[in-house]
């Protein structure tokens, strides 16, 4: 009995060292011969899934594979009045290239609703050179239809400094004027971030916007302070999802031509 009972014990043992061995295996308890291991190329490489493939535009400034065609020049398809959103944009096609605001028609929206995005838009001043201020050449695009990136003949026409071109209307000023003269075209080249908000409706994160005027950076990821007021303090006063972009009206004869965008 006593031979036996030895035996069983040891049979035990051994199994019970066989799981601790087979344990520190898969968590050793002494140190490598290397600490930290070393890094090989392999494990800070991301295959998959692979990178999607668009074709750029052939011409800085024309349109990627990818981008929703807002405005080349031959209809106004994508727009409808804001005044009355059953009925066409009232605003002018000039010699199939661009477009030309109809003063006192209204603004103009798109048929699609966007949130972040990257927009490319091309203005020019009205050809006669009337008016100061901003009364000179003033219009705007309103992303999500409320906050408004500042379109206005800048060149030689003072005016406040969060109102001018490239300005986030009464909330941020350009950091450069980079207008280009009236009878010339300008370029915005736009990355905006919409704003984020809570379940309960409360702001989360506010609208950030990027934007490059002639080429040149204007808004460094500015912040957006909200809706774009004409008297009081910017703010968010509701949540909301994605919106129109719109452009407005403000009784100047301003063109715009090869306005193209890409949801991000």
């Avoid at 999607?52 to 106004?76: E, R």
């Avoid at 695009?141 to 406040?160: A, C, G, K, P």
Wanted: glycine content about 8%; overall charge neutral; hydrophobic content about 35%.
């Amino acid at each position: 009995m006593k031979l036996k009972t030895i035996w069983l014990c040891t049979l035990v043992t051994g199994v019970f060292v066989t799981k601790i061995s087979q344990a520190q295996q898969g968590n050793p308890s002494t140190p490598p011969a290397v600490s930290p291991m070393p890094m090989k190329p392999e494990m800070t490489e991301i295959w998959e899934p692979e990178v999607k493939l668009i074709s750029p535009a052939t011409k800085l400034g024309d349109a990627p594979s990818d981008a929703i065609i807002l405005f080349d020049g031959k209809n106004l398809d994508q727009w409808v009045s804001q005044k009355d959103k059953t009925k066409p944009a009232p605003w002018k096609i000039v010699n199939n290239d661009h477009l030309e605001v109809v003063p006192g028609s209204g603004d103009i929206q798109t048929k699609m609703q966007f949130g972040d995005c990257q927009l490319h838009i091309e203005f020019s001043a009205p050809d006669a050179v009337e008016g100061a201020g901003q009364g000179r050449g003033n219009s705007g695009v309103f992303f999500q239809d409320r906050y408004e990136l500042q379109i206005l003949d800048s060149y030689s026409n003072r005016t406040y400094r969060n109102g001018q071109a490239a300005s986030i209307y009464k909330d941020q000023a350009p950091l450069v004027n980079a207008m280009r003269g009236p009878l010339e075209w300008n370029t915005y080249d736009v990355i905006y971030t919409a704003p984020r908000f809570k379940a309960d409706g409360q702001l989360d994160a506010p609208a950030r916007i990027t934007v490059l005027h002639n080429g040149v950076l204007v808004q460094n990821n500015a912040t957006i302070n909200g809706l774009t007021l004409y008297i009081g303090l910017h703010n968010y006063p509701s949540a909301h999802g994605d919106d129109v972009i719109h452009l407005q009206d403000h009784g100047n004869k301003t063109q715009f031509r090869n306005i193209w965008i890409r949801k991000l």
